[in-house]
């Protein structure tokens, strides 16, 4: 069972910062990919970021420059560090990353999502 675990999300007003995480547990064989995605309300699910296992990056140009997307593979856990937060970027972020997990029927790839995160910008 693979469990993903997001913190960092708040309150924190125009012109801000926040850093949010997201760490990996359970009958993990590999990570690959991570990445950052967001849903404002009554919107679709947005991509923002990802990051490969050798580091290379990619970014949404919503958030490109503002945004950095980081990974500890010991920890198993990717960050994304916002900066210059601006209220159209309130949402709830989401991390999902690409693991292979030891499962009864041997290592499976797949996606897998954390809960989710609550990040409110004011202006």
């Known amino acids: 069972q693979v469990q993903l675990v997001e913190s960092g999300g708040g309150l924190v007003q125009a012109g801000g910062s926040l850093r949010l995480s997201c760490a990996a547990s359970g009958m993990l064989f590999s990570i690959d990919d991570m990445g950052w995605y967001r849903q404002a309300p009554g919107k679709q699910r947005e991509w923002l970021a990802d990051?490969?296992?050798?580091?290379?990056?990619n970014y949404a140009g919503s958030v490109k420059g503002r945004f950095t997307i980081s990974r500890d593979n010991a920890k198993n856990t990717a960050y994304l560090q916002m900066n210059s937060l601006i209220p159209e970027d309130t949402a709830v972020y989401y991390c999902?990353?690409?693991?292979?997990?030891?499962?009864?029927?041997?290592?499976?790839?797949?996606?897998?999502w954390g809960q989710g995160t609550q990040v409110t910008v004011s202006s």
């Open positions: 990051i490969s296992t050798g580091g290379g990056t």
């Open positions: 999902k990353f690409n693991i292979r997990a030891m499962t009864t029927k041997g290592i499976i790839g797949g996606d897998y």
